[in-house]
DNA sequence: TATGAATGAGGATTCATTCAT
DNA sequence: AATGAATGAATCCTCATTCAT
């Protein structure tokens, strides 16, 4: 990756972060990182980290992907939105006047403490008053921001869905080798993490919401397609460059993808003998044996 | 299977049937099959069909596994339950008095009318009045026979896994042959019937809410135990009688139930691609392979 | 009135009041008047006064006319209701089943609360709570008789037309005399006592409703139309019978009731030089020179 | 009326004008009429009609009456308003700094969008929300304009009378014969357009305000009383001259009133056989048998 | 002058559950 | 065994109003 692309990277997240209308030292603050690093970032001393970006793009409202390549829809590790329904509204639009930061960051608040409330209590049980609560405030002015319940959970989602692009974005764009980067897309995944038992809750949830509701499998198609073309095009990559064995794509990343999903709900229904570690393990003696054919 | 075991079967039919208060022509008529049918089947004349079987079992309270064994806790195909609480009061215990298969089925009615509107509509959408009205009576009906509306729910989802198990039971018992039974194992489990995506759509459900409630797991530990165990069982058979190759049983058990459960959600929730036909192509594919060796 | 007719009334009444499931005693007590003085009506000693004719009406579900004609749709001296939908379900159905009296009572009694509170604050005004507390009852309860606010006070409004007609009924059927019965109809009709203020004041609410709402010109047209044939067949007999002098029934009718409905507006919105008694005396002297001929 | 009399009211119209702000194209634009025409009548060339005199009110915040008389108490076709609470403050305060007129417009435009919404969804069905979605601003404007949303409403309301009268004083002011003023008092006062029958949408609504509220009585009263003595007043100029007949003004003022009210209800409220033309009709016959004497 | 954000005070409705019959 | 009536306890949503900018 060129001089170049960086300088646009560094370029980009200044402008994010001179939009969110915060100082670099409240913003340093508020990634939960220290101001030098930050500071050394976007000059071009240091290069910002995945979890840096992901963050930068959190707060910021845009996607890594634009950070990285300057559009959203650039398709480089995985695949872009195919609708704009999908993801937030492009980054220009957003302040430019005043108060737009500060507006974007309540909704963002709430929509996070909405997130977390169904990852953790289950969609079903998510109560206004208490996303109010987890965000001290009002349950009138979560309907000031969203004009129902539902709206808000829904756009929980969608926002759970491009936290998890973001995250793969920034985890992978500098990971070049195919095994490398599928091994490090399954530990990117893997409910390792408080976040990602948090994240693998929620996908649950949308199954489940998809299996039911002819309505929510658009929104889990938009996301699953995404999360396929990552696999796919790593696969495909690999195959390519005679890295991995010779095997049909689409049918290898179909039995990935239904590998880890229900290797995922052994270890969140806490099945005995099913951890993070055997989840770990079984991916990679099926990708060293199928993948790799070895 | 000698036909002493044959005799005791029909004994027990005729027991189960017997206390229902039906007489052999009603009972024919709920079951939705022919008198001369089940009056061969109950004198010798002819075999009952697993889905006979699993109907006699659904209708009258007791387990396949008791009609065919006299136990319901005979391991045979698939494991047994571990605890009765998994499963309804042995069978000796209903009826005595009269009016008590009247009232079994009232209750019964109640579960399954339950039963049907989780798969439906989801757990947490489910209303009292709904399932009452579903049964053609009244809420009060319905909390006379059941505590709590989350007693019942509970009870439908415990309803829904000895289904599943009369079902594996009587359909697998005659199937000798491990890579014949395995394969039978997955066809009795596709989503292809309507029945059968009700039943996936519980499964989601349940794998939700033990993600989410620790006190969901233990029901869900239980069931999915006896599932890993028919499979277990069965590779175990193929493996030591030399149909299948050699592999860690444990762990193909698991890969196998990942594999099912992951692909099981793709069709679930309407991916493109993913049907019912693939999930058998790839299913058939992958034991081919991983597990016979071939 | 032929004596075997009175003694119709009485069979219906009693029949009535059987139905109600209250003893004689209570319902003396009900309606406010003398056991004695309905004891002896019920037997034949003594007349029902108009009064008590309306109430037994009002408490038994059951319309005047019925009890005096023995069928809802008798064509008297008023119009009958053109469709069903403007009146409560025939008589014969309540009841039978004991409990059915006690629903009936408390769903009435609720009605009535929100009748009051509609005439004394305002429909719009009128809040669950309200009627539920003027009940010494819950909101729930209330929301139990009616699915909604709204339906509610619709039902209000059209058991406001239903009394309004019974009482009309219950006082006219005797006077023969044409100019009689039309100068007794404005009696009934002059926003003179409480009882008939608040009527007015339904009313003027149902005016503005119509005029504001498509929808709610249906119930005003229904009982409008009703109000309408009541003059008008007035009108027309003294006519025909010559005791009225020669004009257009229709156009008449027309101009009396819009002076009514004109001069109770003055009376109602407290406009000085209009009281009851002007209007009184206005609509006789109108009377006296455009219907008498005088 | 003389020529100075023309002068005059050339000069106020002149005075006004110049006082919105706005030049005189723009105010002929906004008045919806030919800035010749507004040129020759403000030169003298030509006569304002009725219309443009109350639209020149309307838009300036001054009477009719003031425009023609130069004094808004002046007592001509119709009754002065008694006291100052009934109409808009004195025209000479207002405007004198620049953007007065502008901020007046703003105003008008709140209460106007106010009335239209009562008239056309009624009082308590009005939203602050709604008002400013109709004038393209914020509820934060509206309230910056008007404390609070029923003094918007009392505002509009009063804005109505006003209009109301506005239109009768430019009507009727160049009527001389009582007979013919009569009937175009009549004529103006039929719900025969959409605005009129706005006007009428609301009269309904302050009639059933003030029979539920005392404290609305006041405002009915103030301005029920103008509409009383301009009918009144006429009535005696017919009566004095000799045109009408011989008869008490004051009760047939209350009779025409309130014939004119009731007839308007039954054509609001949509009744079969009530148009505006059998209004007009009916009120024409009753003119000429009762007032004309004939 | 204007307004975006926020919120307190309702207010309708839902629904599991109880209980007398 | 069954149920009609009743209700307490949520819970979502509305909306006028305030206030900092």
Excluded at 97 to 121: D, M, S, V, Y
Excluded at 189 to 217: C, F
Aim: net charge neutral; hydrophobic share 40%; with cysteine.
């Amino acid at each position: 990756m060129s001089d170049n692309v960086a300088d646009d990277v560094r370029g980009r997240a200044r402008e994010a972060i001179r939009r969110s209308g915060l100082s670099q030292r409240q913003f340093a603050a508020r990634l939960g990182i220290d101001p030098t690093k930050l500071s050394k970032s976007l000059t071009g001393t240091r290069r910002f980290t995945a979890l840096e970006l992901a963050g930068i793009a959190d707060e910021t409202g845009v996607t890594v992907n634009w950070l990285l390549n300057g559009r959203d829809d650039a398709e480089t590790v995985s695949a872009a939105p195919r609708d704009s329904s999908a993801v937030r509204p492009p980054p220009a639009s957003l302040a430019d006047h005043p108060g737009a930061a500060r507006e974007h960051n309540r909704k963002l608040q709430i929509i996070e403490a909405a997130w977390t409330l169904i990852a953790e209590h289950g969609y079903h049980s998510v109560r206004v008053a208490q996303v109010a609560r987890a965000c001290g405030t009002s349950s009138a002015t979560v309907h000031y921001h969203f004009p129902t319940l539902e709206h808000l959970l829904v756009e929980a989602l969608r926002h759970s869905v491009k936290q998890a692009f973001d995250r793969q974005v920034a985890g992978l764009h500098t990971v070049g080798d195919p095994y490398e980067r599928l091994l490090r897309l399954i530990e990117l995944q893997l409910p390792g993490s408080d976040r990602l038992r948090l994240e693998w809750s929620i996908w649950l949830q949308v199954w489940t919401a998809a299996a039911l509701n002819p309505e929510m499998r658009e929104l889990h198609a938009a996301s699953y397609r995404r999360w396929h073309e990552t696999i796919a095009r790593t696969l495909r990559e690999g195959k390519e460059s005679g890295v991995f064995g010779d095997f049909d794509v689409e049918e290898m990343t179909r039995r990935l993808t239904a590998l880890i999903d229900g290797l995922g709900i052994q270890v969140m229904t806490g099945m005995p003998g099913r951890s993070v570690d055997h989840m770990r393990d079984t991916l990679r003696s099926v990708i060293d044996r199928d993948v790799l054919g070895h």
